[in-house]
Structure formats: C-alpha cells, structure tokens
C-alpha cells in the first residue's frame, strides 16, 4: 500500500496588512513566518504545501518578495492560488514557481494544473479585479474540462481562493464566489474523481460538501474572522489562535482533512 500524500493548506496572510488594523496586535508577515516553521517542523514532513489566496494584503512587489523570502525555507513545492487582496500578475512575477501557470491557461488568468504523486492539482483563479467577491467565467470552466477530461480517470484535487457556497457567515456569503458555481458544481459531479476542493477567504475552518465532493475551507495563518451566524452581523476580526489544514491523502481512502494550531502548546502530556 502506498504512503498518503500530506498536503499542508496554509491561508489568507495578508502581509503587508497595516498593523493598527487589528489594534497593532498581530505583524502578519510574523505570522507567516511563524506558520511556515511549523509546516517546517511537522514530522511527518507535508509532501506539498497549497496556498489558497490573500498572501498579500494590498497585492505590491514588495509584500511578494516578502512572502518568497518566508516560503523559501520550506524544501517542498509550494503552489498558490491568488485571492481578492493579491495582485495575480505581480504574484506570479514574484512567485513564478508557486504559479506555474502555461500558455494554455485562460487569458489573464492564474489558473494552472500539475501533478504530485499521481494526484492532478488543478489551481482555479477567482479573483475579479478591484472586486472582493469571486467569479469563474466561461473561458475558465471550459479550460477546466478540458483539463479535466485530459485527466481522464486520476484523481485530482481543485483549489481556489473563493469557496462556491454559503456558509450562514452573511458578510462573506456577500463576496464568495457569486458567478460559475452551478457549473463548478455540475462538473466536480461530472468528472467523479474530484477528491476535494479547497478553498481560503473565510478566515474559519469550514467542511462543506460540493458536487458530492469534499469542500474544505481553510483557516488563516494570521487572524481569524468572528463566527457570528446572526442575520446582518458585521464583520469582525479576531485574534484566534492561527491555523493550517493538513490533509492526508490517499487513493483508496481519500482526503482526510485535520486543523494544526500554529504556536507553542508544549509537547504534549502522556495519557
Ligand atoms: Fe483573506
């Protein structure tokens, strides 16, 4: 029986986020430095790690570089997928091995696909420029099935920033992914090797299902956004303790989905 694969999910870091945002009580590049030792320091070491989205806060140069810098101690590939505070073509100018997006990809777009072990990743680029809320247009749902159908039968996994349904969390329902989803959905259905989809912008670990598959939404490596279902609530930050989604992945058993509390715990009590 082979190994599962172990893919570290890291989220929304926002370097570059002024500090007296959150009251001047969290550096968000820290944050992902400190999020990047703890992949680091994982035993068993994550194969690959993906990055939906929000690395940047304002989407300049220099919050990439700074993000290449934090990323380049971690020895396995790392891909990323833009999400509405990144810049995508700036991202990728500074990222270009995080984004290795080919010719054929939607024009304008940062969608792109590689394999990993025998498991497809197809990378989805929601952004809608100078918008906060998501969109897959038509070009790109048909980039996807063709690249789908180029799969044939192997599993893949997709992951994007903007994840495709409600959540009950009114003021990002607002500005989730508003256009392409019923389409999304029909070919995650379609295709019935989707192993998951994976998905940024909540701030919150959230499980969904999606076209009968697996929708996993990670948490941020920075701060975190209130769990408040109430009807109009407002939107608030919260220093929650930051986290990465770790999935373990297998042919046979599919994904299996943990959340690792980035910070300093002790090494735990023998019971
Ligand atoms: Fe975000």
Redesign the pocket.
Known sequence: MTMPLLIAQL??S?VGMALDVLEGRLDTLAALHRAVAHVACLDPLPDLVLFT??LAERGHAAEYEAIAQALASLPMPVYAVP???DHPSVARDALPACMPVRADAPAQTCCYHVQHAGLQLIALDTVVPGRPHGALDSPQLDWLERTLARCHDQPVLLFM?HPPLPTGIEAMDACSLLEGGDRLAALVRGYGQVQGLLC????RPVQMSFGGAPLHVAP?VAHQIALDLRPEAPLRARLEPPKISLHRWSAALGLCTHTSYVGDFGRGIPL
């Open positions: 989220s929304d926002h989205g929000d999400g509405n505070h920033h940024g912008h909540l701030h941020s």
